[in-house]
Structures are given as C-alpha cells and as structure tokens.
T-cell receptor
Framework: DAGVTQSPTHLIKTRGQQVTLRCSPK?????VSWYQQALGQGPQFIFQ???????QRGNFPDRFSGHQFPNYSSELNVNALLLGDSALYLC???????????FGPGTRLLVL | AQTVTQSQPEMSVQEAETVTLSCTYD???????LFWYKQPPSRQMILVIR??????QNATENRFSVNFQKAAKSFSLKISDSQLGDTAMYFC????????????FGPGTSLSVIP
C-alpha cells in the first residue's frame, strides 16, 4: 500500500519565479491538505482540498493556490516567490472519516 | 482559536531509559483529536499515537503511551526503553473532531537518544 508521495524532493528557484509542487494521496484517501514548515518550526496549514474544491484555507496570501484532480492528487502553486517562501512543504492525506492525516516526505524549496 | 504549546525545545535520554515529552493545548472545543508526530532527520512526518478526547483511556502503541488530562488540557508522551531510532523532532498536534479540519501543530521538541 503506497503512502503519500510528493515530487520533487528538492527545488531551487529565484525570487519572482513560480513553482508547482505535486502530491499523490495515500490509497483510499480523498482529501489533501498542504502545510508549510519553516526551519525549526512546526508545520503551518496552507489549505485543504476535497472533491476538487478548496475547503479550508489558512493565513496565506493569494500567491499560494492549489488544485485537486479527479484522481485526488493535488498541486500547490506559489507565484512571485519570496525569500521567505523557502521551507519544507508537506502534503497530508486523509480519508472520509477525517480522523488522521498521513504525511508525505515533503518538498524542500529554496528561494534565492 | 486553538493553540498547542511544547515547553521543552530540546531533551535527551540515555538509551533504554524512559523519557516524557510535555504538551499543553488551549481550546473551547469538546470533541477533538490529539496526536504526537515524529519527524526524524529524513523529515518524513510519522504518526506516533492518536488520542480521541471523548475516550478517557490513555492511548498506547508499543513503547509509546500518553497521559491525557482533559480538564488540565495536558497531553504528554512517554517513550519507554528509548532506542537510537527514536532520535527526532516530536510534534504535539490538535485537530477538531469535525469534518475536514486542519491539524494545528506545536513548535516541537528535539529528542536525542544517547548511546
């Protein structure tokens, strides 16, 4: 049973560029949540997708957007990258009962 | 708004000994879940243990157990027979027991197991 997968594992971008991160949920899960984890801190909730719609959103600017596909996989897009966007981006998936979120290995983004 | 506090930024324990990590939280909710997640240097966030607030019995998973004090809003993690592989960041986390909610994480405790 495959767990949550994310790609790429590492990414280097420059300020002002745009980036797309990808996530495939655990088999049987239909909900995907994205988190940003700055170095030395706990993850912060960005948004959550269910049935291809954004269901909840944390305190992140509109530069952060996402998408969920019919197969439940998801993308996180960040426009106009800032140095402060450098972080580990974690994707988590959960099933219909929403009891527990399972995390992927993350994508490390470095903005120069 | 819910908050999660972990007052111990760093801890260490001798191999085979027992260690307890502390966590407190603040919420006005009555139905919720509490979690401990482990994040080793490989950075994969791994679920260690989950507690449903409506259950009085403390959760246990092998060497890991919790002390859940709902009235005090306290949720500590005890690791028995510590192993080198337990070295990691440990995050205490909260989630409301409603549909489609987010997980709120504490700042983490860095645990080092010393041979």
């Amino acid at each position: 049973d495959a767990g949550v997968t994310q790609s790429p594992t590492h990414l280097i971008k420059t300020r002002g560029q745009q980036v797309t991160l990808r996530c495939s949920p655990k088999s049987g899960h239909d909900t995907v949540s994205w988190y940003q984890q700055a170095l030395g801190q706990g993850p912060q909730f960005i948004f959550q997708y269910y049935e291809e719609e954004e269901r909840q959103r944390g305190n992140f600017p509109d530069r952060f957007s996402g998408h969920q596909f019919p197969n439940y996989s998801s993308e996180l897009n960040v426009n106009a990258l800032l140095l402060g966007d450098s972080a580990l981006y974690l994707c988590a998936s959960s099933g219909t009962l929403q009891e527990t979120q399972y995390f992927g290995p993350g994508t490390r983004l470095l903005v120069l | 708004a819910q908050t999660v506090t972990q007052s111990q930024p760093e801890m260490s324990v001798q191999e085979a000994e027992t260690v307890t990590l502390s966590c407190t939280y603040d919420t006005s909710e009555n139905n919720y879940y509490l979690f401990w997640y482990k994040q080793p240097p490989s950075r994969q966030m791994i679920l260690v243990i989950r507690q449903e607030a409506y259950k009085q019995q403390n959760a246990t998973e092998n060497r890991f157990s919790v002390n859940f004090q709902k009235a005090a809003k306290s949720f500590s993690l005890k690791i028995s027979d510590s192993q080198l592989g337990d070295t990691a960041m440990y995050f205490c986390a909260f989630m409301k027991r409603t549909s489609y909610d987010k997980v709120i994480f504490g700042p983490g405790t860095s645990l080092s197991v010393i041979p």
